[in-house]
């Protein structure tokens, strides 16, 4: 399973929401590209990063911030990949993402517009990914600020049937919290899509966790907050995934 570092960046610096919560947020201890060296450093070769001004405006607000990240990582091993999400919702924007980085996650337009996924990645092959952010079973958007009306794995389903080369999952009343993720969750999406690429992202607080998850079958996990309050070591985590 592979472990991957996440970035949320907010008002020019990486922090951490509570719960997807604009007014709790944990700032790093050191700016998102020193924090990008730090990561790629200690082994990890996929970059998480987040635009959350752009995924509450609609639109990218920090390629240019994204761009010094992406240079950063790359300085320190160059087979990093860097995955963006925040914002994507027209395809313009997955262009202009795609310039700076590797892969584009799309969440709420590909939630709201059947189609628009599957016209990105026919355009970018094997470079967009999905991100399903849940709610009580319900998928949460624009920032997870609004809930949809469709049921979380229906709509898992679709965004891999449009092709969406990753579908990362996340429990947004875990994620920021460290309890832990939702393996019960994840397990009935591990045996709904079994072909699918899924990565868990939300609650996860130590290395038991990944292998817990690693045990499930999942292919990813996004860590970010327990990397912040040094609870998982990532150079002790990939470790003990390898």
Do not use: K, N
């Not at 709790?24 to 970059?47: H, N, T, Y």
């Not at 700076?100 to 709420?108: K, P, R, S």
């Not at 996924?117 to 967009?128: F, Q």
């Not at 389903?157 to 579908?167: F, Q, S, T």
């Amino acid at each position: 399973m592979e472990l991957i570092c996440a970035i949320d960046l907010l008002d020019g610096g990486a922090v951490r929401l509570v719960q997807g919560d604009y007014a709790r947020r944990i700032p790093a201890d050191i700016d998102a590209v020193r924090l990008a060296e730090r990561f790629v450093a200690a082994g990890c070769r996929r970059l998480h990063v987040i635009d959350l001004a752009g995924a509450r405006a609609g639109a990218p607000a920090q390629l240019e911030l994204v761009a010094g990240v992406v240079a950063a990582a790359r300085a320190v091993a160059p087979e990093v990949v860097v995955e963006l999400g925040g914002g994507l919702r027209t395809r313009d924007d997955v262009d202009a993402a795609l310039a700076v980085v590797d892969d584009a996650i799309l969440g709420t337009a590909a939630v709201d517009r059947p189609g628009f996924l599957r016209a990105c990645a026919d355009r970018h092959p094997g470079r967009i990914s999905a991100s399903l952010d849940v709610r009580g079973g319900r998928v949460a958007l624009d920032g997870w600020e609004r809930l949809g009306a469709a049921d979380a794995p229906a709509v898992a389903a679709r965004l891999v049937e449009e092709g969406a080369a990753r579908l990362i999952v996340t429990d947004t009343t875990r994620d920021g919290m460290l309890g832990g993720p939702d393996l019960e969750g994840l397990a009935a999406l591990r045996t709904a899509l079994p072909a699918a690429h899924l990565v868990a992202a939300g609650g996860v607080a130590s290395i038991d966790d990944l292998r817990a998850l690693d045990a499930l079958g999942i292919d990813g996990a996004v860590v970010g907050l327990a990397l912040l309050s040094g609870d998982i070591d990532p150079a002790a985590a990939l470790e003990a995934l390898s």
